[in-house]
């Protein structure tokens, strides 16, 4: 690629980025129809929710939708839902107010506007793994920042004191930890589907507040809950927003330094229609700072169709019809995978599940040949070194589930035959 008609300061982040990229979307030959699993997309509540955005356009848009939205934070009637949504669901040991909300064009940009509001150019921020690999992509594009994935010794600890010491000891080894300004993670985590415990989050805070850092808590999973087995979450979901004042060290709670990410993209199905938020509960300077870093970018016709949504009396019966569909998906994937032999780590929450497809992989290689393998066979999953898993993780991948069961049987069907054809 040729950088030389871009700005140097866009051609470094183009060559940092462009690697990690490269390969995300699988081509399969001409021929073969292929069953998508790769992308955290939530087909099984979309239908429900589309005729419901349908008609929130019509009954509800109005000429004022036509101008600039009133408000620095966003539109207020869907600030006033997006508090409602939060207090309901959420558990948050201090309300959230309206004016503590920033909406964004999804949580991409919204965390993108939250680090340029932390850091500056070149400070960097922790990221707790195995997650998603778009961090470093908006830390680095918008940000301007370094991105460091913490990774645990092993992914079956993942949430458990070992990611803790696991982020002690990436501090305890960086040459400028004056430049490190927060720890960042995903709660529920993509791509393993499991949530932190009370206790470790309260350590990964005691940790951030000991050396003056922020927290920044992914929690765009939060609603996608299901039952594996028993009817009982292995471990139910914790927001940070749920802390308390014991919790911290802080001279005020809530803290100025924690703050949450959330959008409609996963919960309810809509990543197009673009509508993230950040709630950061007592620091109104970093508000504001988000705020002009993403002003005006959530549409009229967005906000119109989130507050409708969330002030929907038709939304508790939602969120449980679609906890019931991911559930029965979820156990149809795992019975499937379960009987090929093929291990994964139990989820309670989000859209995917993450298998140890080839077991027999023993390096990025192996594990780049066994996704091309199984593209052939008509099969697309997100490749395990995608997700920052350790250098010594190989052959893993993340399977979405979220679809029809007729896509499920079909991807089992392809997981068997490259098991059988290897």
């Given at each position: 690629?040729?950088?030389?008609?871009?700005?140097?300061?866009?051609?470094?982040k183009l060559q940092h980025i462009l690697p990690t990229v490269a390969g995300a979307h699988q081509t399969p030959p001409e021929g073969i129809l292929v069953t998508d699993l790769s992308t955290a997309e939530n087909a099984l509540i979309a239908?429900?929710?589309?005729?419901?955005?349908?008609?929130?356009?019509?009954?509800?848009?109005?000429?004022?939708?036509?101008?600039?939205?009133?408000?620095?934070?966003?539109?207020?009637?869907?600030?006033?839902?997006?508090?409602?949504?939060?207090?309901?669901?959420?558990?948050?040991?201090?309300?959230?107010?309206?004016?503590?909300?920033?909406?964004?064009?999804?949580?991409?940009?919204?965390?993108?506007?939250l680090i340029s509001a932390i850091c500056d150019p070149g400070d960097e921020v922790l990221v707790l793994g195995p997650c998603w690999e778009g961090f470093d992509a908006y830390f680095t594009m918008g940000a301007d920042v370094k991105t460091?994935?913490?990774?645990?010794?092993?992914?079956?600890?993942?949430?458990?004191?070992?990611?803790?010491?696991?982020?002690?000891?990436?501090?305890?080894?960086?040459?400028?930890?004056?430049?490190?300004?927060?720890?960042?993670?995903?709660?529920?985590?993509?791509?393993?589907?499991?949530?932190?415990?009370?206790?470790?989050?309260?350590?990964?805070?005691?940790?951030?507040?000991?050396?003056?850092?922020?927290?920044?808590?992914?929690?765009?999973?939060?609603?996608?809950?299901?039952?594996?087995?028993?009817?009982?979450?292995?471990?139910?979901?914790?927001?940070?927003?749920?802390?308390?004042?014991?919790?911290?060290?802080?001279?005020?709670?809530?803290?100025?330094?924690?703050?949450?990410?959330?959008?409609?993209?996963?919960?309810?199905?809509?990543?197009?229609?673009?509508?993230?938020?950040?709630?950061?509960?007592?620091?109104?300077?970093?508000?504001?700072?988000?705020?002009?870093?993403?002003?005006?970018?959530?549409?009229?016709?967005?906000?119109?169709?989130?507050?409708?949504?969330?002030?929907?009396?038709?939304?508790?019966?939602?969120?449980?019809?679609?906890?019931?569909?991911?559930?029965?998906?979820?156990?149809?994937?795992?019975?499937?995978?379960?009987?090929?032999?093929?291990?994964?780590?139990?989820?309670?929450?989000?859209?995917?599940?993450?298998?140890?497809?080839?077991?027999?992989?023993?390096?990025?290689?192996?594990?780049?040949?066994?996704?091309?393998?199984l593209v052939e066979r008509g099969l697309i999953v997100a490749p395990g070194r995608k997700f920052s898993c350790g250098e010594s993780e190989h052959g893993w991948a993340r399977i979405t589930f979220a679809v029809s069961g007729d896509k499920?049987?079909?991807?089992?069907?392809?997981?068997?035959?490259?098991?059988?054809?290897?």
């Amino acid at each position: 690629m040729d950088f030389s008609n871009v700005s140097g300061h866009m051609s470094r982040k183009l060559q940092h980025i462009l690697p990690t990229v490269a390969g995300a979307h699988q081509t399969p030959p001409e021929g073969i129809l292929v069953t998508d699993l790769s992308t955290a997309e939530n087909a099984l509540i979309a239908e429900d929710i589309l005729p419901l955005q349908r008609c929130a356009i019509a009954e509800s848009l109005s000429l004022k939708d036509l101008s600039y939205p009133p408000g620095f934070g966003g539109d207020p009637e869907l600030l006033k839902a997006l508090a409602d949504f939060f207090n309901t669901y959420f558990n948050p040991s201090s309300s959230v107010e309206p004016g503590q909300i920033i909406t964004t064009a999804g949580a991409g940009n919204a965390l993108s506007a939250l680090i340029s509001a932390i850091c500056d150019p070149g400070d960097e921020v922790l990221v707790l793994g195995p997650c998603w690999e778009g961090f470093d992509a908006y830390f680095t594009m918008g940000a301007d920042v370094k991105t460091t994935f913490v990774t645990p010794t092993c992914l079956e600890t993942a949430t458990q004191m070992d990611i803790v010491e696991a982020l002690q000891a990436a501090y305890e080894a960086s040459d400028a930890k004056e430049r490190i300004k927060a720890v960042a993670l995903t709660n529920p985590l993509n791509p393993l589907g499991q949530c932190y415990s009370v206790e470790i989050l309260r350590k990964i805070l005691e940790f951030c507040e000991a050396r003056g850092m922020h927290l920044v808590s992914d929690e765009v999973y939060a609603i996608s809950s299901h039952r594996p087995r028993g009817d009982e979450y292995s471990r139910p979901f914790v927001s940070v927003l749920a802390l308390e004042e014991g919790d911290s060290t802080a001279a005020t709670w809530p803290s100025p330094k924690v703050h949450v990410i959330w959008s409609m993209s996963k919960d309810f199905g809509s990543s197009g229609t673009r509508m993230g938020c950040i709630v950061s509960q007592a620091n109104q300077a970093l508000r504001f700072g988000a705020g002009l870093a993403s002003y005006w970018q959530t549409s009229s016709l967005t906000s119109v169709v989130a507050a409708s949504l969330l002030r929907s009396p038709q939304l508790p019966s939602l969120i449980q019809k679609n906890s019931e569909r991911l559930g029965a998906a979820y156990r149809q994937m795992t019975d499937g995978l379960s009987k090929l032999g093929i291990k994964f780590i139990s989820a309670d929450y989000g859209l995917f599940v993450f298998a140890k497809i080839g077991a027999h992989c023993q390096s990025a290689a192996d594990e780049v040949e066994m996704i091309a393998q199984l593209v052939e066979r008509g099969l697309i999953v997100a490749p395990g070194r995608k997700f920052s898993c350790g250098e010594s993780e190989h052959g893993w991948a993340r399977i979405t589930f979220a679809v029809s069961g007729d896509k499920i049987e079909n991807a089992l069907g392809a997981l068997g035959a490259y098991l059988g054809g290897k």
